[in-house]
């Protein structure tokens, strides 16, 4: 059978690849397609369009890449409807991904099934997307917040667990760094908007911390080619000392005592690992009312949505200093007990080590026509 996978950004890639390798353990001849980039090329997927570049920060920064996203978006619609996958995921990516719905279940009459994996708007609690996503798609959550917002709308949605849970084993507890130094890992995110604003900010962090542990070393983690070209870009322009930089979240914290990350699914992958952290996210002061209107929790942080309470320090906007980095990083270095046990309980609350498998077997039969009954 015939999987075409749609996505726009790292974090919404790693899950296709997650999901479709699980699928291959239950379709041996499957053929995955899709919309992504090295990471879905690596693991063979015939890409239709790069998706290097897609994602930005507010609408501002979308404006001039709506033209050739709604080019792609047309024309990803136009050949699903004429090739007819098996079956049509969508993963995240709510901007492009529900107008490439919309475009299909509309104007191109398309009846095929799509599931819709990881909805957008997880934590906003938007009572009208859940309903489109429900009117349009099939809805598959890795959070029980969401499993729980969409039945409290009488709208269906299926919930296994995360599927990260099964990708990553938590090294054993790590005593304190020692006093002079350390190993820290820096991750500024993905997209250009991110490594702009977050790459300053760490490399002054690494500095502060660097004066009062001088034996320090950084790693710094990049998402793709282009975030390591400008990762490096700004070591040189920093000067910094001791740094190195690898690809990906798990290559960037396996010898890290703890972690600065930006704002998303990398700190999830941490906690996972057991790796304390720090998270930062820091935005364009345009950008501040917007953000503030649409947040309707305390937090922004995966692992403190999750657990409902802060167990990894958020540094946002103005509060993201260096001497504030390098504080609450002086913290974690010196006690990261707290921060290991409390990953230990999200574990927990992100469901079953088998949550993969069964989103997998979910899809199959989804594609097969059986609607999923199997799960």
């Not at 995240?92 to 819709?116: E, T, V």
């Not at 998402?223 to 930089?245: F, H, N, P, Q, Y």
């Not at 937090?299 to 260096?322: C, F, H, S, W």
Request: glycine residues 8%; charged residues 25%; proline residues 8%.
């Amino acid at each position: 059978m015939r999987y075409f996978f749609s996505t726009g950004e790292p974090s919404g890639e790693l899950s296709a690849v997650l999901l479709a390798r699980a699928i291959g353990e239950i379709d041996p001849s499957a053929r995955f397609e899709g919309i992504g980039a090295d990471r879905m090329r690596a693991n063979g997927f015939d890409v239709w369009h790069d998706t290097a570049g897609w994602a930005s920060i507010g609408p501002l920064a979308a404006i001039p890449r709506i033209p050739p996203l709604l080019v792609a978006m047309l024309r990803t619609a136009s050949r699903l409807a004429r090739t007819e996958p098996d079956l049509i995921v969508l993963v995240d990516f709510g901007a492009f991904n529900m107008r490439l719905a919309k475009r299909l279940r509309g104007p191109l009459k398309y009846r095929g099934p799509i599931l819709y994996f990881f909805p957008p708007a997880t934590w906003l609690d938007r009572p009208g997307v859940a309903r489109a996503v429900s009117a349009m798609t099939v809805a598959l959550t890795a959070f029980e917040h969401q499993r729980d917002f969409y039945r409290g709308l009488n709208l269906p949605v299926e919930y296994f667990g995360h599927p990260l849970v099964t990708q990553y084993e938590m090294r054993p507890p790590r005593a304190p760094a020692p006093a002079d130094g350390g190993c820290v890992a820096l991750l500024p995110g993905s997209r250009s908007g991110e490594l702009r604003y977050h790459l300053p900010a760490l490399a002054a962090a690494y500095r502060e911390l660097k004066v009062k542990r001088p034996n320090l070393r950084g790693v710094f983690g990049a998402a793709d080619a282009r975030g390591e070209r400008t990762i490096r870009s700004a070591i040189a322009r920093e000067r910094l000392d001791d740094v190195t930089v690898v690809r990906g979240v798990r290559e960037a914290v396996a010898d890290a005592d703890a972690a600065w990350i930006a704002s998303g699914t990398a700190v999830l992958e941490a906690a996972l690992l057991g790796v304390p952290s720090v998270a930062l996210y820091i935005i364009t002061p345009l950008l501040v009312r917007q953000g503030r209107r649409m947040i309707v929790h305390r937090y922004i942080t995966l692992p403190n949505l999750i657990l409902g309470r802060e167990v990894v320090p958020e540094l946002l906007q103005l509060e993201a200093t260096p001497q504030r980095l390098a504080l609450e990083m002086e913290s974690l270095l010196r006690r990261p007990e707290p921060a290991y046990a409390a990953f230990e309980e999200m574990r927990v609350k992100l469901g079953p080590p088998d949550a993969i498998a069964r989103c997998a077997r979910f899809a199959v039969d989804l594609a097969e026509g059986k609607g999923g009954a199997a799960c």
